[in-house]
């Protein structure tokens, strides 16, 4: 699967426009947001909390066109919660945004 770093940056232009400022905006959101799930993943208690913040960052994924971390949201919320190799490929995926 490749992966398009300019992608999001694409996704974000289409909805609002050549504003760059607004772009950045909104990207920064979509980042701070990202993590958020995935803290949500790491202090998850139960494999339901685990499979929520999971979903809840593939279909962030998904909304902005990220297509390698929407893999990979996907791959961790069909997982065992908490498997650790899992967890550093979400935050991987997450850091290379």
Known sequence: MAYDPGAIDATLAAAVGDEPALIAELREAFIDSAYRAVKAMEVAVAPNDWRAAALRLKGLAASFGAI????VATEASESLPHAPQMLHRVR?????I
């Open 92 to 96: 991987r995926a997450v850091d290379r």
């Open 68 to 71: 390698r971390l929407l893999a």
